[in-house]
Nanobody
Framework: QVQLVESGGGLVQPGGSLRLSCVAS????????MGWYRQAPGKQRELVAT???????NYADSVKGRFTISRTNATNTVYLQMNSLKPEDTAVYYC???????????WGEGTLVYVSS
């Protein structure tokens, strides 16, 4: 059974920082591209950042220079370090695991990040 369990969300003031974690089980983690997506109220889910199995990263323009995605294969964990948070970063953040061949796509339950003073 595949599980992706996010943690680290919460309430933070504008300009603050949070570190999200996602621990995966039931998959060969090192084979998967991992990603963070977010969904704000009334909006569609959008890509935040991805990291390939080889460690190549990609970011949404809105978070470049503020967020950093990383992974530790030894602990099946992917992280999202979020700095200089803005109210518009408020959303539920979801962890994603993607394998291209065969096509496998898994999601976590999400963790809420709320940026407000």
């Amino acid at each position: 059974q595949v599980q992706l369990v996010e943690s680290g969300g919460g309430l933070v003031q504008p300009g603050g920082s949070l570190r999200l974690s996602c621990v995966a089980s039931g998959i060969i983690f090192s084979f998967y591209d991992m990603g963070w997506y977010r969904q704000a109220p009334g909006k569609q889910r959008e890509l935040v950042a991805t990291i390939t199995s080889g460690g190549r990263t990609n970011y949404a323009d809105s978070v470049k220079g503020r967020f950093t995605i990383s992974r530790t294969n030894a602990t099946n964990t992917v992280y999202l370090q979020m700095n200089s948070l803005k109210p518009e970063d408020t959303a539920v953040y979801y962890c994603n695991a993607l394998l291209s061949r065969p096509r496998m796509n898994y999601w976590g339950e999400g963790t809420l990040v709320y940026v407000s003073s």
